[in-house]
Each structure stands twice: as C-alpha cells, then as structure tokens.
C-alpha cells in the first residue's frame, strides 16, 4: 500500500461517522498530514454544516503548518456555492500545496471543476487514488447522480420455509419472524438511509411506525404506495415523528391538508413502470438512498423492474403453514452472517 493509499483509506473510514446524518449531501473523510504525521481530520457534518475539508482544517491547531501539507479528501472538494461556500476556495486561502483526491465528484455542479480551480491557482492535485474503494463507499450519492434515483436497498424477514407473512392475522401488527437483534439492526439500517418504502397492505395488516424508535438517530423520511387512499389517518404512519410521501393515483384539496404528508401521483394505467415512476418521485424530492421493507408485491415488483442495488434478506428460525410466499430474487451474495438464530444475507444487483 502506498503511502496515498494509506491516507485515502483512512478517510474514508472517518468519514463513514457521517452516515445517516449527512443525507443528501455526500459523507466525506478528509485528512491533512505534515511530515508524515496527521494534524488534522475530520468528516461532513449535518447537512447544512461544514464539509470534511471545512472540519480538517479547522482541527489543525497550527495553521502555519498548512502551507507545507497535503490535504487527502475522498472525493472532490465542491467549486460552488450551496449551503456553504465551496471548498476548494477554502484550500486555496491557506495555502495547502498539495492535494490527494480518491474520485472525481460526479454532480454535474461540480465535475472536476474542484480540480481545474486548485490547479489553475498552483496547487499539486492527485485524482484516482483509490478511487473503486471510494466511489463503493460514495454509492448513494453515485447512483442518485448517475441514474436519477436513489440508492434501492430491499430488505425482507422471512421463514425457513419461504413466507414473509402469515396467511391470516388476530391483531394489526408485525409478526415478527426474526429476533429481537436482527430488529435492532434494522431500525439502525433505518437511521442510515434518507427513506422508508412501503406498501398499502403492509401498512393495513401491520400499521408499523417506520421510525428508528430501537435506534438512535434520525428518522427516515417515510414512503407509503396508497393508490386509492384508502389508508386512514388515525394510522401510525400519519403521525408527526416524521415526513410522509403518499404515492397514489389522484388526491384531493381534502387529503393534502394532512400534516407532514406530501402526496405525489403516478400514471398508474401503465404496469410496466410503476417502480420507476416511483424513484422519480423520490428523485424529485432529493431522497438519495431508500430502503424497502414490503411487502411482497411492492418488492416484487422493483425486482421485476430491475431496480434495487442491494437485498438484505433474514431469514427466522420459524415456519408458518400458510402465508405469503417471499419474493423472488436473483443476485450475487457478498455476505453471510449469523444473529444468534438468524441468518442474514446480502445480494448485490450485478
């Protein structure tokens, strides 16, 4: 590993302490070393807040030093203005000669752009170091620049024998095939992503909150598939712990008075591209990553569609005799574990 390597690698372990905190926004590890040593790091802040390089450079203590260090980013410093000034300017001011940059920031507001500002104003700049390791860590923000949609993770619970529900149920509320570890797990997964999708019938059979209630940290913004708003208002995903997009088929001056939901129609005449109608609308509404919890018709069809990323499928040491069978899935598997008397599985879309 080379001493380039060696620094990228370790920004993009900082900067993975931005997750689920910086959504939309890119997490980013920076890192500035002199002499071989590391004067200073940091990670994006909260959207809204400083970037990693902002960070980096403010916990260098002595900022004489700037002016013979080397600044190592995951990815490109920005070139404009957003919710903070750009942060190739600020790289510019103190001097810093050098600069190492794991991959070329994609966002057509910025494409190298960072790169061309450093370099006019004499300052040594290194692109690609890392760069298949960087752009992994960067998926969300990747794909939702590339593909304009967000990151698609599905995720599903189901028995050793192949159902992720029963046939019938007493009461309106989850029934839980796994255990109390693998759940925890999700509502962190739930912190980690900007958005929650769900279907009507999940919502009718199991009136789930779609919060991070086992987990600390931010709520996922909540997508519910309602196609003739038939879901009642009284229902957990209606209340005020979160935000709520309704998709549906038309709605009315009566149904967007409901607080904290925003309803969203789609051509729903059309069978072949229901999934996709939907990521544009979470496109639209700057959701870069999305996580799908059911049920098995609205995951179903998003793999029809061929639009998911990853699947993370558990399944229980449990059986039902009759219930609705798991959706079907073809994928690479890139993990395997164990939770006590789960077992988890991670496919990649190839």
């Known amino acids: 590993m080379t001493v380039n390597e060696f620094y990228i690698k370790r920004t993009i372990q900082i900067a993975k302490n931005g997750l689920g905190n910086t959504r939309p926004n890119p997490m980013v ?59 190739s300017d600020l790289i510019i001011k103190h001097n810093i000669p050098n600069v190492v940059i794991g991959c070329i920031d994609d966002n057509e507001q910025v494409a190298g752009k960072g790169v061309k500002k450093l370099k006019k104003a004499g300052i040594n700049v290194t692109v690609g170091v ?23 993770i599905l995720k599903w619970a189901q028995t050793t ?20 570890y693998s759940k925890q797990l999700v509502h962190k997964w739930r912190m980690q992503e900007q958005a929650i999708l769900v279907g009507t019938n999940t919502v009718l059979q199991d009136n789930p909150t779609l919060t991070t209630r086992n987990y600390k940290g931010q709520n996922p913004t909540r997508v519910v598939i309602d196609k003739h708003l038939k879901l009642s208002k009284n229902l957990n995903i209606f209340n005020n712990e979160a935000e709520t997009i309704i998709v549906c088929e038309k709605h009315n001056n009566i149904n967007t ?10 051509n729903w005449n059309t069978k072949t591209n229901i999934a996709q109608q939907i990521c544009n609308v979470l496109f639209k509404h700057n959701i870069n990553s999305v996580i799908i919890e059911g049920g098995s018709q609205t995951l179903q069809t998003f793999i029809n569609e061929n639009l998911w990323d990853e699947a993370r499928i558990f399944t229980g040491n449990t059986n039902f005799n ?10 690479h598997l890139t993990y395997e574990t164990t939770i006590q008397s789960d077992i988890l599985k991670i496919y990649t879309n190839d």
Not at 134 to 140: A, E, P
Not at 257 to 266: A, K, V, Y
């Open 161 to 180: 024998n192949g159902f992720i529900a029963p046939l019938t149920k007493t009461k309106q509320e989850p029934v839980w095939i796994t255990n109390t």
């Open 322 to 331: 009759k219930g609705t069978k798991a959706p079907v899935l073809s994928g």
């Open 257 to 266: 008075n409901t607080p904290n939901c925003h309803f969203e129609t789609i």
């Open 130 to 152: 890392l760069e298949k390791e960087c752009k992994q860590h960067l998926k969300r923000f990747f794909t939702f620049h590339n593909k304009k949609r967000p990151y698609i």
């Open 29 to 87: 590890g920076a890192v500035i070393v002199y002499n071989n040593t590391i004067i200073g790091e940091g990670f994006t802040s909260a959207y809204g807040g400083n970037h990693a390089e902002v960070n980096a450079i403010n916990a260098v203590k002595n900022k004489a030093l700037l002016k013979h260090a080397t600044i190592y980013v995951t990815l490109e410093p920005c070139s404009h203005y957003g919710k903070t000034p750009p942060c």
